[in-house]
C-alpha cells in the first residue's frame, strides 16, 4: 500500500455547501480504502480560511514539515478547495509538492498537480469562495434594518432573555453614574461584588463608560478635561442653573 498524508480543512469561507471534518474524512478514508493508500496522518485545520497559504496555517505547516521529512509523497484531501480558496493559496502548495514530487489527490481520484486539472481547481475555488462573498453581503443589504446583520450585540443590549442579568447590570452602572460615581469607581464596585462582563472578565473604566455612552436613553456623553466623562444633559442642567 502506498502512504498518504490526509488534510482537512474548514472555515467559514465554505459557506451554505460546507462539508465538515466528519464528511471529508469519511469520503477521504472511503477513497483511500479502495486505492489501497494508508493514511499514516491526518492535518485538520478547523476554522482556517483557505485565503492563508499552506504554510501559514497551524496544520498546513506541520503538512509541508512531514512530507519534506520523510518519504511519504502522496497527499489526500477531500477537494481542491481546501488547498485553497485562492489561486496564490492554492498553487504556492501545489507548485512545491510537484517540485518535490509529491502527489497531490482529491477524494474522487484526480490529481490535483495536473496542469489543466490545477489550473481548472484552482481557478473554481477561487471563484466558489467569490460567489460565497457575494452571497454573504448581499443577505447583509437585504436585512440590514431589518434586524442585526453585524457583530456581536454589546453588552446589556442583546434582546434574549438569556441576557436580561446584563440589562439589570447596566441600569444599576447608569444609576450609579447618576449618584456622581465615576467610571473606574462603578468598575471597581462591580468588580468587588464579583460581577464580571459576558466574557468573565473584570470591567473596567473604559468598559464602564463604552456602557453609558451606549446608554439605553440614547444621550451623547461629554469628555471633561481632566480625562472624565458625564452625561451631556446633567451637564447642561447644571450649567443652565447657574446661569439662572
Not at 154 to 169: I, K, L, M, Q
Not at 177 to 203: S, V
Request: aromatic fraction near 6%; glycine fraction near 12%.
Amino acid at each position: 500500500m502506498t502512504k498518504c498524508y490526509l488534510y482537512l480543512r474548514t472555515s467559514g469561507d465554505d459557506g451554505r455547501d460546507k462539508a465538515g471534518l466528519p464528511v471529508q474524512r469519511a469520503d477521504c478514508t472511503s477513497f483511500a480504502a479502495r486505492s489501497s493508500l494508508e493514511i499514516v496522518t491526518e492535518f485538520a485545520d478547523d476554522g482556517i480560511t483557505g485565503k492563508l497559504p499552506m504554510h501559514a496555517r497551524p496544520q498546513g505547516k506541520l503538512l509541508i514539515a512531514a512530507l519534506l521529512a520523510d518519504g511519504v509523497k502522496t497527499v489526500l484531501t477531500y477537494d481542491a478547495k481546501r488547498i485553497g480558496r485562492t489561486q496564490p493559496a492554492f498553487w504556492a502548495f501545489i507548485g512545491m509538492c510537484r517540485d518535490n514530487g509529491i502527489t497531490v489527490l482529491d477524494a474522487t481520484g484526480t490529481n490535483l498537480g495536473g496542469s489543466v486539472m490545477g489550473g481548472v481547481n484552482g481557478m473554481l475555488a477561487e471563484m466558489d469562495r467569490d460567489a460565497t462573498v457575494s452571497r454573504l453581503a448581499a443577505g447583509k443589504r437585504q436585512w440590514r434594518g431589518q434586524k442585526r446583520v453585524d457583530g456581536r450585540w454589546p453588552y446589556g443590549e442583546h434582546p434574549s432573555h438569556e441576557y436580561d442579568g446584563e440589562r439589570a447590570v447596566v441600569s444599576r452602572i447608569h444609576q450609579m453614574h447618576a449618584k456622581g460615581m465615576l467610571g473606574n469607581q462603578i468598575a471597581k464596585t462591580l468588580n468587588a461584588e464579583g460581577i464580571r462582563t459576558r466574557y468573565a472578565c473584570k470591567f473596567s473604566r473604559q468598559s464602564i463608560y463604552n456602557i453609558l455612552e451606549r446608554g439605553a436613553n440614547g444621550q451623547a456623553t461629554a469628555v471633561r478635561s481632566n480625562g472624565e466623562r458625564e452625561d451631556s444633559t446633567r451637564e447642561g442642567s447644571s450649567k443652565a442653573a447657574s446661569e439662572a
